[in-house]
T-cell receptor, first 110, second 116 residues
Framework: GQNIDQPTEMTATEGAIVQINCTYQ??????LFWYQQHAGEAPTFLSY????GLEEKGRFSSFLSRSKGYSYLLLKELQMKDSASYLC???????????FGKGTTLSVSS | EAGVAQSPRYKIIEKRQSVAFWCNPI?????LYWYQQILGQGPKLLIQ????????DSQLPKDRFSAERLKGVDSTLKIQPAKLEDSAVYLC??????????????FGPGTRLTVT
């Protein structure tokens, strides 16, 4: 079956670093995605990992270990605007739709 | 470049009524997806089109849901008759069919449906 797990909620303070973990079990693998979704808005693309290792993009980094079925999203220098839901998603075959986890709601406080 | 357009943004209907949603993808994007997002969950694929052909509709409740993309551009999703459990946000997304950025899906703002 297909299963993607991530924590339901996390809290952090401004300026801190937070790591959101995601584990997955899917029938195939063609890449892991992270999306950010503010309340009442559409998901927006953050990152894509298809090979093992760390991808860094500004304050956000994403890591993938295919052998462990594991990824994390690292957010540095947190800002209030980072309060959102972070969705982990897997593509199990090229050209197919994404399989999403339930999302992690991150609350950043001052 | 214009993003994915969806309408209406909000819709409230009574159970057993019908409703239709419209999506216009980003120009040049051959692949179009309809996802259902129930509150507190991640989006779940309903149907995927490439041009005007269906790629995957395995999770579409075909007894009540239908979708079409007749000219390979915009698409409509219909529910008839609606049930209470259809209350959700319906997201449309599009992507290129091929190329180095084909993996990246762009989402529209969604239609929030409430069935009473």
């Amino acid at each position: 079956g297909q299963n993607i797990d991530q924590p339901t909620e996390m809290t952090a303070t401004e300026g801190a670093i937070v790591q959101i973990n995601c584990t997955y079990q899917t029938s195939g693998f063609n890449g892991l995605f992270w999306y950010q979704q503010h309340a009442g808005e559409a998901p927006t693309f953050l990152s894509y990992n298809v090979l093992d290792g760390l991808e860094e993009k500004g304050r956000f980094s994403s890591f993938l270990s295919r052998s462990k079925g594991y990824s994390y999203l690292l957010l540095k220098e947190l800002q209030m605007k980072d309060s959102a839901s972070y969705l982990c998603a897997v593509s199990n075959q090229a050209g197919t739709a994404l399989i999403f986890g339930k999302g992690t709601t991150l609350s950043v406080s001052s | 470049e214009a993003g994915v357009a969806q309408s209406p943004r909000y819709k409230i209907i009574e159970k057993r009524q019908s409703v239709a949603f419209w999506c216009n993808p980003i120009s040049g994007h051959a692949t179009l997806y309809w996802y259902q997002q129930i509150l507190g969950q991640g989006p779940k694929l309903l149907i995927q089109f490439q041009n005007n052909g269906v790629v995957d509709d395995s999770q579409l409740p075909k007894d009540r849901f239908s979708a079409e993309r007749l000219k390979g551009v915009d698409s409509t999703l219909k529910i008839q008759p609606a049930k209470l459990e259809d209350s959700a946000v319906y997201l449309c997304a599009s992507s290129l069919a091929e190329g180095t950025r084909a993996y990246e899906q762009y989402f529209g703002p969604g239609t929030r449906l409430t069935v009473t």
